[in-house]
């Protein structure tokens, strides 16, 4: 009679919370934290079926509306409890939807003033968002691959899933999109020229950008720690955002000379 106890097979299922590991357990709650699971869910994404995004899928139940602002003040306020509720499996569907939401209402605001008072600039505050789009693009990317760089020290997910789930994330980010284009359309409104970014001086716009930019950067990085919980991807998220910001600005400058100096020669 063999009585050597049975092992049981660790299928990867972690605690989202403290990443606690629950093979075997009986109950559906971890023991070291308390967060309660679903089990049949969390086995399902491990198995690559794709997950809902908290708050933003359950607009079909509570509405468009609720259902954005709530997942936009969720990734403001709270990026770390986002993070940690983010799927493993987002549905890549569901993080472009939001992400296309949330830059066509930045830039909407963002241009508002312009048009309104200054109708002849138009078309120069339309190739300069065009290129601010288009950096964000680029920055989204280089993100997403520098969080990518480090996968190997990650010990639950696979390359291409934890890639997926890290480009998602990161889509759902331009939620502080719409914090810096009402920052830029109140300045703008109150005759803060978003030209002399170029002289800063003593101007408010510049200083609140950089405010705005420095709070998105800490967020982009508890959101990094937070998911793959290892110090490697804080030290590379600290280090290689504003690399990657760096990259995207001079994409987005390049772009934008590109598009003032064809604009220049139709005009002319």
Excluded at 203 to 226: A, Q, R
Aim: hydrophobic share 55%; net charge negative.
């Amino acid at each position: 009679m063999n009585d050597k106890p049975q092992t049981i097979e660790d299928v990867g299922l972690r605690c989202l919370a403290c990443d606690y590991n629950l093979t075997g357990l009986a109950g559906e709650v971890c023991p070291e934290c308390g967060k309660a699971f679903d089990r049949e869910q969390m086995l399902a994404e491990l198995a690559g079926a794709v997950a809902p995004i908290p708050v933003w899928s359950q607009r079909g139940e509570i509405g468009y509306l609720p259902a954005f602002v709530l997942t936009v003040l969720t990734i403001w306020l709270m990026p770390v409890r986002f993070a940690r509720t983010f799927p493993r499996n987002p549905d890549p569907r569901e993080a472009v939807l939001f992400s296309r939401w949330c830059l066509v209402i930045a830039v909407i605001v963002a241009l508002a003033p312009h048009m309104i008072t200054d109708p002849e600039e138009a078309l120069v505050s339309i190739i300069v968002v065009a290129s601010v789009v288009l950096g964000v693009v680029f920055c989204e990317l280089s993100i997403a691959g520098a969080v990518f760089v480090v996968l190997p020290y990650c010990e639950h997910s696979a390359a291409d899933d934890a890639y997926a789930q890290n480009h998602a994330i990161v889509r759902m980010t331009r939620a502080y999109l719409i914090v810096t284009a009402l920052f830029v359309c109140v300045s703008r409104i109150y005759g803060q020229s978003a030209d002399r970014l170029i002289f800063p001086g003593n101007n408010i716009l510049f200083y609140g950008l950089v405010i705005i930019i420095g709070y998105w950067w800490l967020c982009m990085t508890c959101i990094s720690f937070e998911m793959r919980k290892k110090m490697t991807c804080l030290v590379l998220s600290v280090l290689m955002i504003p690399f990657c910001v760096a990259f995207s600005c001079f994409m987005g400058f390049l772009v934008f000379a590109i598009m003032a100096i064809s604009a220049v020669a139709l005009m002319g």
